[in-house]
């Protein structure tokens, strides 16, 4: 039951917390009848009014029972004092997604088997600014939070998930920008693969709506300006009035096991999670190459691992951020992956479309989202639509889904996931009684 002489990985427990929603429910189920969870940040205070860009992912505060944000009702007070917020949607996310496994509060799993693989690619960074400025102000040492340094540490993150459940296996994090949710469900699947773990909680969280982020990024050019009035069309993926990403917030945890465990457990199965490509593009700080070399290394090695070929994918989870250049390498970089030798005939028949209309870019939970998005796919034979995709251009002539979502059976699903510093992966997924 080995593959490539290694233990074999399926995802058994899902968790979300999105611009869409809290709950992997409600947030599938709006993300499928085409909903948009972007919102203007003005209403967050006269800082952001100032902005270029004033449009978010921003996840709904509210109740619980209405699916919204009220930390008391998914962290302990001791966890709201003490994690950064990017760390209390992971716990939320993890409860869920134990829960869904059928491990409640993970009591009955061997500690030493179990572990963590949680990152974000920013934090908490209002932590940073705001000590920054009181220090500043009094020159005293003693104006920092003795929690500071926990709160700031990205890995603290995972620190908190193994503490709240006592996991003593492999306790990891990866920060890279926004491949890190993809990075740490590939590097989790590694651990189990090689022995080191039966089971991971593996995923990615960020929360960073924050005016110095948000200034930061516009800085670099990176972010949507032109939609300040009409947010719930900022994000728009490969539509030919794309002009820049728009940032989100929220979490997304897959649990993780080795198969032959799962299966001695008559566990739920959504999906073997089958293989894992990482890339550079070694190329430049921010830019892709324009014929997404990096990203089509990434895809390659991802289906290598899987042992599957590119002809079988039925659908792609793309990165595309809704930005000119981005977009395009992507695209040119699935359909040099897709159209090869024996691949697809016609570029209509690739099915691939990008998530980020709807939610926006959550950067280091990205990938764990879309991760998350492409198992649904699977287990669900849906394709989740490209929002705002209303003007196609030369050389966009895929299959992407646009406006609205389209239920077809899918056995094979990509993900992939690219960040600042030219860091690519790609995630492969497929149905379990797929699998010889
Ligand atoms: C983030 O940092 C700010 C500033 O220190 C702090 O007020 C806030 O409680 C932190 N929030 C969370 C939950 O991340
Ligand atoms: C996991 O790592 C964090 C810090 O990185 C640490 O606080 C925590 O105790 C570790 N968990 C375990 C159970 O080893
Ligand atoms: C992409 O461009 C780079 C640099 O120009 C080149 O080395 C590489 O071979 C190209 N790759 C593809 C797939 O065309
Ligand atoms: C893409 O979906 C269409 C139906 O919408 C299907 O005919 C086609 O075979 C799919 N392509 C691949 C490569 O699976
Ligand atoms: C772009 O798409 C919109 C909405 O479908 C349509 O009204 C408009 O005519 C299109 N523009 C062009 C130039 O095709
Ligand atoms: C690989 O990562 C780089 C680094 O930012 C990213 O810009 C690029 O989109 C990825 N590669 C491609 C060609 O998509």
Redesign the pocket.
Known sequence: MSRGGLRRVVVTGLGAVTPLGIGVKRTWQRLIAGHCGITSTRDLGSEFVNLPSQVAGIVPKGLKADGCWTASEHVTPTEIRQAALFAQYGLAASAEALEDAGFKDGKSLDPDMTGVCFGSGIGNLSDLYETSIAYNAAKNYRKIHPLFVPRILINLGAGHLSMRYGFRGPNHTATTACTTGAHSIGDAMRFIQLGDADIMLAGGAESCIHPVAIGGFARSRSLATDFNETPERSSRPFDRDRAGFVIGEGASILVLEELEHAQRRNAKIYAELAGYGCSADAHHLTAP?D?G?GA?QAMRKALKHAQVEPAKIDYINAHATSTALGDAAENTAIK?LMMNDDGVTRTSDINVSSTKGAVGHLLGAAGAVEALFSVLALSESVMPPTLNLQNQTAGFDCNYAAGEAQHRNIDIALTNSFGFGGTNASLCFRKIQDVR
């Open positions: 190459r014929n070399s089509l040099s």
